[in-house]
């Protein structure tokens, strides 16, 4: 059964800041993996996807990085701002049969001025 | 629509009644997705629908739950005989349905409150 573990499980960082978000998955066997952001009593925003063929995608000040043999990916927040703050949480598609996503339980970003 | 789209927003219901919540998808997309997030938590997955067929029901808590999608565009989550512990948010998303490959798009879910 696929898990998948972000730590930390918050993080508070001065604005200008770069940082970045771990999450780690337990089967290496994925179709894809997926960043997304969640703002307090909002649904999920996707931010980037990177394909089980690729290592890193690119948007803006975010850069994510999937590493599938360590079972790892990383979301980079480059001159953080306050707008940055909300939960971000990683989650995958495993290969064999179904489309589910399989979320982490997100790390909850706070960017002071 | 330009996302996709559920209602109610919100929903406070007494334990024992039946609830459906409605969820609209991103037109033209065949696949839709229903999750429920609790409060501090993950989303996890409840069905998959690829068109009006139920490709994955796995995560189905119980036989209260139950979801339709009839013309494969919209969808309805069913629940039955409401219970506290089904308090929850729930979440639908949709995507173009290329399997593995795509992007699911979220909507702003359905806030589920049962007394």
């Known amino acids: 059964k696929q898990e998948v573990t972000q730590i930390p499980a918050a993080l508070s960082v001065p604005e200008g800041e770069n940082l970045v978000l771990n999450c780690s998955f337990t089967?290496?066997?994925?179709?894809?993996l997926q960043w997304f952001r969640q703002d307090p009593g909002k649904g999920l925003t996707s931010l980037l996807l990177?394909?089980?063929?690729?290592r890193e995608q690119t948007s803006g000040r975010l850069n994510a990085s999937l590493d599938k043999s360590s079972g790892r990916s990383t979301l980079y927040i480059a001159a953080s701002q306050p707008g940055d703050s909300a939960t971000y949480l990683c989650?995958?598609?495993?290969?064999?049969?179904?489309?589910?996503?399989?979320f982490g339980k997100g790390t909850k970003l706070t960017v002071n001025p | 629509g330009a996302g996709v789209s559920q209602t109610p927003s919100n929903k406070v219901t007494e334990k024992g009644k039946y609830v459906e919540l409605r969820c609209d998808p991103i037109?033209?997309?065949?696949?839709l997705y229903w999750y429920r997030q609790s409060l501090g938590q993950g989303p996890e997955f409840l069905i998959y629908?690829?068109?009006?067929?139920?490709?994955?029901d796995s995560g189905l808590p119980n036989d209260r739950f139950f979801a339709v999608r009839p013309e494969g565009s919209v969808s309805t989550l069913k629940i039955q005989r409401t219970e506290r512990g089904d308090s929850a948010v729930y979440l639908c998303?949709?995507?173009?349905?290329?399997?593995?490959?795509?992007?699911?798009?979220f909507g702003p879910g359905t806030r589920l409150l049962v007394l």
């Open positions: 990177i394909q089980s063929s690729q």
């Open positions: 089967d290496s066997a994925i179709y894809n």
């Open positions: 989650a995958l598609i495993t290969q064999g049969g179904s489309e589910k996503l399989v």
């Open positions: 998303a949709s995507s173009l349905g290329v399997q593995g490959s795509e992007t699911q798009y």
């Open positions: 629908f690829q068109g009006t067929g139920a490709a994955d």
């Open positions: 037109s033209g997309h065949t696949a």
